[in-house]
């Protein structure tokens, strides 16, 4: 006779409260840092809650629940849950300052972001040619913006086109 398998059961946690989170931790707008309001395990009252993650992410468990500092700051202040992603204004992830944060679409988040191409400015890919192509990515698409003699020309094409698409949260350098 078979076995019959086990149903699996499934855990429903209980979504974070903004009461129960006033409850537990206390955000500092100017500093960007959570305190400890109760004792717990290995955080005395008045302590510095949080790690930082891997990825340079500040990150709080809170009720068992691992949670982002910047989501979780942006429901401290405004009562309700980002709809979002959270973008750091000045691209460093563990600046979690209320002044530095502001939702963001993905495109957004990723449109803040630093050059990685070799000629250290965003649009400008150098080519074996010794020439430099721009180029930029809009909702999915990557378009084409052509190949310019220097990277400062590049950048110029890049830079017009990302102000374009993506306002004030374009980084062109």
């Known amino acids: ?54 990825q340079g992410y500040w990150r709080l468990k809170v009720d068992g629940r691992s949670y982002l500092s910047s989501r979780l700051a942006v429901f401290y202040m405004t009562g309700e849950w980002p709809l979002s992603e959270i973008d750091h204004k000045d691209l460093d992830h563990a600046n979690d300052r209320w002044n530095n944060l502001r939702p963001a679409t993905h495109s957004q988040n990723i449109a803040n972001t630093k050059a990685i191409a070799k000629s250290g400015l965003k649009g400008a890919l150098e080519q074996a040619s010794g020439r430099f192509m721009s180029r930029i990515r809009f909702q999915g ?11 400062e020309e590049s950048n110029a094409a890049y830079a017009k086109k990302a102000k374009e698409f993506f306002g004030e949260f374009a980084r062109v350098s």
């Open 1 to 54: 006779m078979a076995k019959k398998a086990k149903a699996k059961k499934s855990i429903k946690r209980k979504s974070l409260t903004h009461d129960r989170l006033k409850e537990l931790l206390n955000y500092c707008p100017d500093t960007g840092w959570w305190m400890a309001l109760i004792k717990r395990k290995q955080l005395n009252i008045g302590d510095r809650a949080g790690s930082l993650g891997c």
């Open 141 to 151: 698409k990557l378009i084409y913006l052509g190949t310019f003699d220097t990277k």
